[in-house]
């Protein structure tokens, strides 16, 4: 096995184009009981010494609609990407992995690869990840970014959330993954999650697939911890400052529950973006960054 250094004088190195010397982001495969974890880790271009960024997906998909997101922020900053376990790379699991479970393999990403201070943007569940997280380890946090993310207000939207992922868990027992290529099926899975869908197919493809692939019992598992009492009193334990990113035609979320939720999160900020549906990072890429440039230490 060549060393470091061997390497860093070996021939074919030297000779390599540069693209290829310096990869764009570096996959990292880290070991855990429950099993592998994946995570994308962006260096910063020209590094400016702020804090690194932590991206965390929401439910249903994977790290892979981040990565557009992830290449601009690591332009001064570096970024970390995970699949979370049971998503996109991250399988198969040895056992269900709910929501606390999930916050503690984002923990165990922090503390094993070193962020001392770290900031934390999450997207729908993932948002709520975020919060969990943020309470648990509030010395290495300096600012969160909640996106697509609302609290519940009452038991009766509770009631109904939880009817539409008993159908949802019903229709994820026929999924195949050979369902991708079905022609037109991609964009019909995507219409619920975009005020304007992208005429992105590969985009959209890869979106059905993630959602084909995942692990059933986990995805069961984290959605029925979607509305635990834990997560809305995680959010009035923060002490970072704090973002909430809210579209207007988001077809997933409550928005009348928007401002309830800025107003038990302190020190919480409100951007609305219109014309935009559950995906704002894919969907109006170029505004989402603006408002994450304006509000992140990059």
């Not at 037109?184 to 995507?190: D, E, I, V």
Request: aromatic fraction near 8%; charged fraction near 20%; glycine fraction near 6%.
């Amino acid at each position: 096995m060549m060393t470091n250094a061997q390497t860093l004088w070996d021939p074919a190195t030297l000779s390599a184009p540069m693209a290829m010397q310096h990869a764009e982001k570096e996959t990292l495969t880290l070991d855990r009981a429950s099993g592998p974890v994946v995570v994308d880790v962006w260096p910063a271009r020209a590094a400016n010494g702020s804090a690194p960024i932590l991206l965390i997906h929401g439910w249903g998909g994977s790290g892979s609609y981040w990565e557009d997101t992830a290449r601009r922020l690591s332009e001064t900053t570096k970024v970390i990407v995970p699949d979370l376990p049971g998503t996109g790379r991250s399988q198969p699991v040895k056992s269900a992995q709910n929501m606390f479970d999930q916050v503690d393999t984002l923990k165990f990403i922090v503390e094993e690869l070193g962020l001392e201070k770290v900031q934390i943007v999450g997207h729908s569940m993932g948002a709520a990840m975020t919060l969990l997280l943020a309470v648990q380890i509030p010395e290495r946090v300096e600012r969160l970014v909640l996106t697509s993310m609302c609290f519940f207000m009452t038991q009766k939207q509770a009631e109904v959330y939880n009817s539409i992922m008993k159908f949802v868990r019903l229709m994820m027992r026929v999924r195949f993954k050979q369902m991708v290529d079905i022609p037109g099926l991609s964009y019909m899975m995507a219409v619920r999650y975009f005020y304007k869908v992208p005429n992105e197919p590969e985009l959209l493809r890869q979106g059905f697939l993630d959602y084909l692939t995942l692990d059933f019992e986990t995805a069961a598992a984290c959605a029925k911890n979607a509305i635990d009492p834990r997560i809305e009193a995680a959010g009035a334990a923060v002490q970072a400052p704090t973002l909430l990113i809210a579209c207007r035609q988001d077809q997933v979320m409550p928005v009348e529950n928007v401002n309830y939720t800025v107003s038990v999160i302190p020190n919480c900020e409100l951007r609305w973006m219109e014309q935009c549906g559950h995906l704002p990072m894919v969907e109006k890429a170029d505004e989402y960054m603006e408002i994450l440039n304006n509000f992140l230490q990059i």
